[in-house]
Each structure stands twice: as C-alpha cells, then as structure tokens.
C-alpha cells in the first residue's frame, strides 16, 4: 500500500513539473490571433508574455512568428515600422531562448526583411536574427549565413554608414557560425579575423574561430591544407592559417600532416616581404615536424634539404634555420633523416678538403656529427664518415677527430 501511495506521489510530482514546463498559452495565442488585432495588440500581447518570464512556451512563439509574417506586409507606416521592429525582436528573443529550431524557416524570413541590404534597416535586427538562427540550430541555413560573412569580407567599404552597419552585423554572423559548429563557417570566420574590420570586430573573429576550430577537430587539417594550398592566398594569408592552426588540439598525425603542406607552401614567395614572412613559417612547420614527425616523406625530406642548402650557401648562415633542421632530422630517426645528416656531413668535410673552411663549417661539423651519434642509426654511409674524420690526422685536429671517435662509440661501431 505505501508502494502505491509513492508511485501515486512520483506520478503527480511529474505530472505537475510537466504542467510547469508548458503553460496554457491559449489566451494569449487567441488574443494574438484575432483577425482585427492592430499591431499594437499583438505587441502588447508579446510584451505581456515576456514580462511573465515563462518558459516552455516555444509553441506559442512559433504561432506568433507565423502570423506575424503573415501578415507583415500590411504594416507600412513609419509608426508601424518602430512597433514591427520591437514585435520582432521578442520574437526573435523569444524563440532563441526556446531553442525553437522548427522556426528555421520563419527566422530566415524575417532575416531577409532586416537585410542591411535594405538602406532603411540598421543592422540590430539583423545581428539578433542571426544568432537566433544559431541558437535555435538552423543548421540546414549554415552555408546561407556563410554566405552573408562571404559577401562582406570581400567589399571593404570606406563609406562610414555603410561601414557600421556591416561591422554591426558582422559579430552576429560569427556567433552563429560559431555555435552551428559546421565546416562550413570556418574559412569565413578565418577571412574576417584578417580581413578589413576594425581590430575590435577581427578580435571577435579570431576568439570564435579558435573555439570553432577546436569544437570541429579532425575536420579542421583539410580546411586548413586547402587554404594553404590554394593559389589565391597571398603568403600572409597562408601563414596566419597556419599560426591558428598550431593554437588548436588535433591528433599528432594531423599536426605532423598540416606541417608537411605548411613546409611547402612556404616557398611560394613573389617578394622579398614576403620571404621573410614565410620565413617564419619554414621555420615553425619544421619545428612542429620534430614534435609530431613526418607524416609524408616526399614532401618534407625534399624540402628540408632545399631549406638547409639555401640556409647554408648565404653570404651570413641561417644558423637557427640550420639548427632547427637537424633537431627535426634527429627526431625523426629514419633512414632518410639519417642519409640527410650523412650528406650534410659529407659536405662539410668535403669543405675541409677543398675549402672554403672556417669557424661556420667546422661547428656544423660537431652539430651533425652529434646528430648522427643521436640517432642509433647503423648506416653504412654515416659510419664510414664517421670513420675517414677520426682517421684523418693530417687533414682533422685532434678535437675533431674526437668528436667522431665519440659519435663512433656511441653508435657501437668503433
């Protein structure tokens, strides 16, 4: 019997918590729907039930926006216009704090009407109907909504007006974009966060793409290698995707996959302000290679040869680039890596023999030569290297010839 008297108790509690979730909004909606409400009656109806503070009552929102729309076209007057714009906005409000997703539709509608497009319209509407559409995840609208931030990265304006309403308009995309979470809205979000906007509005942009960016994960390599590769981006466009690439979490092979790409690109430099840039981003790819490895060898060994060579054969040598080169070639621990130490080597004692020779060629000595020993590697060119240094008394000090007997042992092949 006390059994039955709890269930009789968890029923009613659950019914009435129910009953608490959706309110009898039928007053309302009939009040709201007479055929000879003015818009003022239907304002007044939304301001009273925003006042009530109500929750569970999307359904009421939603029969709200459809009449509204409906009939939309009869408010013309410039009196009207301040009470459609405020009949919208609790609308809109409304049916983003119900998460009212089967209001896609109506929401885009109402979009369209506060278009900024429309030189009568300021942009506050806009924005809020454009991150209603994310807070009610109007996901199927996510490329249309790209499409908006599209169109504004690529008509920088000068005209001060035009320039407000767009930078008005512009963070609402974003927010949206943001909280759809889809591939979609990742490279327009990009592009605004480079792009023309004051540094406020890009600030905006580059805090929502790092949260999209890492919200997406695994999706996000092959955006980036797309922007990376494509042949429009100017070098600064191809380094600022890189530099928000390595803030984000991937897996290990993607950030070793995205570098290799990263390591490439960075040789399509058209000016020299462009090579110094792209400098930075040889030299941060190569620097992720060493944390994550190399994930496609025809890319990066190729590449890195060219680097040392050209960071090498300078009037003043590129001794960080160098530097940075051989850890990653250390790292890496492959048979390519080592037969790339082993010609680096080879260079430089050929250097010894023919000249020039100085204090640069005889460090990079020691450094590959340590490389070599660090490695474990059992190459029979990097031995038998290894083995005409420590054997050439006439041509090596004893210091140099030390270093790879050192190298030797450490390798177990004296």
């Keep these: 019997m006390k059994r039955t008297n709890l269930l009789i108790i968890v029923l009613l509690l659950a019914g009435a918590a129910v009953f608490a979730q959706s309110p009898d909004m039928s007053f309302y909606i009939d009040e709201y729907n007479r055929q ?23 359904g009421f929102y939603q029969n709200a926006i459809n009449v509204f729309i409906q009939r939309l076209p009869n408010f013309a007057t410039n009196q009207e216009r301040i009470m459609v714009e405020e009949a919208s906005r609790l609308i809109i409000r409304g049916l983003a704090a119900e998460q009212q997703t089967d209001s896609a539709a109506q929401v885009w509608l109402l979009l369209q009407y506060f278009d900024i497009a429309n030189q009568q319209n ?18 199927f609208y996510t490329s249309h909504i790209a499409g908006f931030l599209e169109s504004f990265n690529a008509r920088p304006t000068t005209d001060a007006l035009l320039k407000s309403k767009i930078q008005r308009v512009v963070p609402g995309v974003i927010t949206a974009l943001e909280i759809l979470k889809e591939p979609a809205g990742v490279k327009p979000v990009f592009f605004a966060s480079i792009g023309w906007y004051d540094n406020s509005v890009k600030a905006i942009a580059s805090a929502s793409l790092n949260r999209l960016m890492e919200s997406l994960g695994e999706v996000i390599p092959d955006i980036i290698i797309g922007i990376l590769r494509d042949p429009l981006n100017t070098a600064s466009v191809k380094n600022s995707a890189w530099q928000e690439f390595i803030k984000i979490h991937v897996s290990d092979e993607s ?9 490439e690109q960075s040789y399509v430099a058209t000016s020299r302000e462009s090579a110094v840039l792209l400098r930075t981003m040889r030299l941060s790819s190569i620097d992720t290679i060493r944390q994550f490895g190399v994930s496609d060898g025809d890319i990066v060994y190729p590449y890195i040869e ?12 590129d001794f960080e680039m160098i530097i940075m080169i051989v850890r990653a070639l250390t790292a890496a621990r492959t048979d390519e890596a080592v037969d790339l130490l082993t010609q680096f080597l080879t260079g430089v004692h050929n250097k010894r023999r023919s000249g020039p020779w100085g204090a640069t060629e005889r460090d990079l000595m020691r450094v590959f030569i340590q490389a070599i020993a660090s490695t474990g590697t059992q190459s029979t060119d990097a031995l038998r290297i290894l083995r005409m240094i420590a054997g050439l008394q006439n041509t090596y000090t004893p210091a140099e010839q030390q270093w790879a007997k050192d190298a030797l042992s450490a390798l177990n092949a004296l």
Excluded at 36 to 58: H, Y
Excluded at 255 to 263: C, D, E, S, T
Excluded at 309 to 317: I, L, P
């Design 255 to 263: 950030k070793a996959r995205v570098a290799a790409v990263a390591l």
């Design 306 to 317: 060219r680097t040392y060579r050209e960071s090498y054969d300078t009037v003043t040598a």
């Design 122 to 139: 300021d942009g506050l509407l806009m924005y809020e109907a454009l991150v209603a559409m994310g807070q009610i995840n109007a996901t």
């Design 36 to 58: 000879d409400a003015t818009l003022s009656d239907m304002l007044n109806v939304l301001q009273m039930v925003q006042s009530e503070n109500l929750s569970g009552i999307g």
